[in-house]
T-cell receptor, first 117, second 112 residues
Framework: GAVVSQHPSWVICKSGTSVKIECRSL??????MFWYRQFPKQSLMLMAT?????????EQGVEKDKFLINHASLTLSTLTVTSAHPEDSSFYIC?????????????FGDGTRLSIL | SQQGEEDPQALSIQEGENATMNCSYK?????LQWYRQNSGRGLVHLIL?????REKHSGRLRVTLDTSKKSSSLLITASRAADTASYFC????????????FGTGTQLKVEL
């Protein structure tokens, strides 16, 4: 149980393109989803917290107009990288938690490798 | 938020040996979690230990937590080549709203 599907797994596109990444919880309802960015051989850095039906909360230094997050349902959150540039190339990973009490693990998607030419 | 630190950064052992990874953090926590990441993939949750727990076991995994020293360790016993991966600790900080702060990670290589 607790499967999170992330799509696409790999994107290569030209500079200036906007790219949308989807994160779906397949067998549970996710009240909260998280978006992370990971550079090669480094740890995960939290970009934003997404709660269903409300605006995302962005971490300090993350441009909300650059990284648009939508969490329209309990099973889907999307991250759109707008007007992507080479410096946006990275590995983006989403995770989801069920509602209720704390002390729960996060369930991760398999990540999206974004390469901007 | 400040990342926790893990040591060693890299660890290479022979199959059958035990692997120990350590994690230090800076804040008050609700719990500490360990995750595994295979190259180019997402993270897999291994074990969660609450702040009022001192030790927890799951199969070949043993996790300890010392909140007075703000440190945790992950022991993998009788390692296998399939255990080769990066291992991250992550803290659920008090008042953090279920957000996780990840450590720097340990790259484990288990050789045949």
């Amino acid at each position: 149980g607790a499967v999170v599907s992330q799509h696409p797994s790999w994107v290569i596109c030209k500079s200036g393109t906007s790219v949308k990444i989807e994160c779906r919880s397949l067998d549970f309802q996710a009240t909260t989803m998280f978006w992370y960015r990971q550079f090669p051989k480094q740890s995960l850095m939290l970009m934003a917290t997404s709660n269903e039906g409300s605006k995302a909360t962005y971490e300090q230094g993350v441009e909300k107009d650059k990284f648009l997050i939508n969490h329209a349902s309990l099973t889907l959150s999307t991250l759109t990288v707008t007007s992507a540039h080479p410096e946006d190339s990275s590995f983006y990973i989403c995770s989801a938690v069920t509602g209720g009490a704390g002390n729960q693990p996060q369930h991760f998607g398999d990540g999206t490798r974004l390469s901007i030419l | 938020s400040q990342q926790g630190e893990e040591d060693p950064q890299a660890l290479s052992i022979q199959e059958g040996e035990n692997a120990t990874m350590n994690c230090s953090y800076k804040t008050s926590i609700n719990n500490l979690q360990w995750y595994r990441q295979n190259s180019g993939r997402g993270l897999v949750h291994l074990i969660l230990i609450r702040s009022n727990e001192r030790e927890k076991h799951s199969g070949r995994l043993r996790v300890t937590l010392d909140t007075s020293k703000k440190s945790s360790s992950l022991l993998i016993t009788a390692s296998r080549a399939a255990d080769t991966a990066s291992y991250f600790c992550a803290t659920d900080d008090t008042g953090g709203g279920n957000k996780l702060t990840f450590g720097t990670g340990t790259q484990l290589k288990v050789e045949l």
